[in-house]
């Protein structure tokens, strides 16, 4: 894919040249999006079954794209206990490590149903892929875990 080729898109994103020629950085992560090797594609064409919203990389203080937010992982009912949402964590932060980018995410059991954990088993799951209390001093995101790269 070539600069050409993705400034030919700004009618579905319009402000991509502006965007891409001011910073390099971001025109290298969109290229990894429309060629299919950005954190979320591999993570959908290796766990197709599970439902996940990851937000990123976004902007940290500093300006950089540091970090990921992880919004949502839902495994279907008849896949629980078999191992597949913590294969799907443990792909998730080895990519996240590969890029040097933190994820934040909050524990959350809203999404309640029979058998579901309990806010406190999830924030004990996260806990087992190296997430932690977000430092006090990380203004980055209003969540309260985070894996750090």
Excluded: H
């Excluded at 799907?88 to 996240?96: G, I, N, Q, T």
């Amino acid at each position: 894919m070539t600069l050409n080729s993705l400034f030919e898109l700004e009618d579905y994103f319009p402000d991509t040249s502006e965007r891409l020629s001011r910073d390099e950085q971001s025109y290298n992560e969109m290229k990894k999006v429309f060629e299919g090797r950005d954190i979320n594609s591999t993570l959908k064409k290796l766990f197709p079954e599970v439902i996940f919203q990851l937000l990123g990389p976004r902007k940290g203080t500093d300006g950089e794209n540091s970090y990921y937010v992880l919004q949502m992982i839902v495994v279907p009912f008849k896949l629980r206990e078999t191992g597949l949402g913590s294969q799907f964590m443990k792909e998730l932060v080895k990519l996240a490590k590969q890029d040097q980018k933190d994820i934040f995410l909050t524990p959350d059991d809203s999404y309640q149903e029979p058998g579901a954990m309990s806010k406190g088993q999830i924030t004990q799951w996260y806990k087992t892929f190296g997430f932690k209390k977000k430092e006090k001093s990380d203004f980055r995101s209003q969540n309260t875990y985070c894996f750090y790269a």
